[in-house]
């Protein structure tokens, strides 16, 4: 084995690549977090001298590289100096001209995943020989059996609880050699042989993943513990049992995600005016002001402002609870010149529209579309974040406000109970607010202990949020959620391999 442990990260979708990780590294493929987490995770290796690789699908039409390619010849090129790097891309022509990573059918994304996970097995894993092999979600569930094969510990993340099933033959006509690694496979019923199973018994991904995988871990301790005690009923039975079987013989774990860099006030490019924890105040009076007026909102940089960052899911971000405590929180803190902005794409969104002008609350409530940049001025503006999730593998948001100074409103679950702790100023200790049960009358409880805290004398808590974001920094980084996965990588070097 080599000195430095040669790790492959199979994902389906990555937003950047580090700069010097060579040919190939303006790659940009994302339907969502798995993309940030899976470049921030490769970024920080890479910047710590770790041998890493990436296999990722070549997305032709997503992947800006290739876009003005015309010639097979051109393109066989390009590959040929990726594959000598560390970035190995996937062609197949079930992904080459997809729009987007995934199709919204279902035939589709597993034809999708096939392709990728044929190209990996057959071709990327033995060109690179890792040590490590490093999966993640369902669209590279069969990857971990692959690995139990030939003796290589494999790492499998679980990012969303979401999966999808195939049979024997249909991923043999795919061309990979599933009667090779079969019996590390989750079958749906269990298997008696492989020719029983071949045609008619079908194979969970994800469950496989799970299954096969020598270590798994999610992207919160909380989650995990969540659904090892079975306290999600939209976790399929058969997830719930392979992880907490996992769990139990000490091989499943919780990593925290963390967000990207960029997400810092003193250097964020996207905000009007650059701030850090010892001009806070001034320079968020400032942002709030120039949001107020972008938006529309009363021109007060007085006024608290909440910011609503997130999807607009009813299933799982509570946004239900917003929409049924809206005019109400509105109402009862009219005095203080409460304002909320919205910022986020989802079903919900015509029910934020109705609610601002059947009560006539246009210059209080702001609602716009997802919009990148009016996303980040919101952080650099806002006083609270509102993060009510019913159910949170992670969430980037409840970190993202308190570097920005803009504390969480959560539901106490999750990543969000990992990641925010009661603000008790008297003992200066805490930055954010939960609550712990999920209705109305818990969301408006801890919008009050917000405006409690917004009411302070204004030296006290511009010193409660100058240490917030300063402990926000120092917690929240890629380098500690790296060294989480290394740590986990050298633990699996060290395990006696059983297969």
């Not at 590279?140 to 999808?164: D, K, S």
């Not at 050699?177 to 749906?188: V, Y």
């Not at 601002?356 to 210059?363: E, N, Q």
Request: charge should be negative; proline fraction near 6%; include cysteine.
């Amino acid at each position: 084995m080599s000195v430095k442990p040669r790790i492959l990260i199979v994902t389906p979708e990555a937003t950047y690549l580090p700069e010097d990780m060579g040919p190939g590294t303006n790659y940009s493929a994302k339907a969502g977090g798995l993309a940030d987490v899976s470049a921030a995770l490769i970024s920080a290796l890479f910047d710590l001298r770790c041998d890493v690789h990436v296999a990722l699908p070549d997305y032709k039409s997503i992947y800006n590289g290739y876009s003005t390619l015309k010639h097979n010849r051109e393109l066989a090129k390009i590959r040929n100096r990726l594959d000598e790097e560390r970035i190995h891309l996937a062609a197949d022509r079930a992904f080459l001209y997809m729009e987007s990573v995934y199709s919204g059918y279902s035939d589709k994304d597993l034809k999708v995943s096939l392709a990728f996970q044929r190209e990996v097995i057959n071709n990327i894993i033995p060109r690179v020989e890792p040590d490590i092999i490093h999966c993640n979600d369902w669209m590279t569930g069969l990857i971990p059996a692959m690995a139990r094969q030939y003796e290589i510990p494999c790492l499998f993340t679980i990012h969303n609880i979401h999966t999808m099933t195939s049979t024997l033959a249909e991923i043999e006509d795919r061309g990979i050699d599933a009667a090779s690694f079969w019996q590390w496979l989750f079958f749906k019923q269990p298997p008696h042989s492989y020719e029983e199973s071949w045609s008619t018994n079908r194979v969970d991904f994800l469950a496989s993943g799970i299954f096969s995988a020598h270590y798994v871990n999610t992207v919160s301790p909380t989650f995990l513990k969540e659904i090892v005690e079975n306290r999600h009923p939209f976790v399929p039975s058969d997830l719930q049992t392979e992880l907490a079987h996992k769990y139990e013989a000490g091989c499943a774990t919780g990593i925290l995600n963390a967000p990207e860099p960029e997400f810092n006030p003193a250097v964020d490019h996207m905000i009007r005016h650059n701030f850090g924890p010892k001009n806070h105040r001034a320079m968020k009076r400032e942002n709030k002001a120039f949001l107020q007026k972008t938006v529309d909102l009363e021109l007060n940089p007085e006024a608290p402002l909440f910011f609503w960052p997130s999807r607009l899911d009813p299933v799982q971000k509570g946004c239900q609870l917003l929409a049924g405590s809206m005019y109400d929180m509105i109402s009862r803190h009219w005095d203080s010149g409460i304002q909320i902005i919205s910022v986020a794409d989802g079903q919900y969104q015509k029910h934020f529209h109705d609610i601002v002008r059947f009560h006539g609350l246009g210059k209080r409530i702001s609602v716009w579309g997802f919009n990148e940049n009016l996303s980040h001025q919101a952080f650099a503006a806002s006083d609270f974040v509102l993060m009510p999730s019913s159910f949170e593998p992670c969430g980037l948001p409840q970190m993202i406000g308190p570097i920005y100074g803009s504390l969480p409103i959560v539901f106490d679950t999750g990543g969000l109970h990992d990641t925010v702790r009661s603000l008790k100023a008297e003992n200066d200790s805490g930055n954010g607010f939960l609550f712990n049960v999920h209705d109305l009358s818990g969301l408006n409880w801890a919008v009050d202990r917000a405006m409690d805290f917004f009411a302070l004398d204004p030296d006290e808590k511009e010193r409660q949020i100058k240490r917030i974001m300063i402990e926000s920094v120092l917690e929240f980084n890629h380098s500690r959620c790296a060294e989480g996965y290394i740590n986990l990588y050298e633990k699996m070097l060290k395990r006696p391999f059983l297969v």
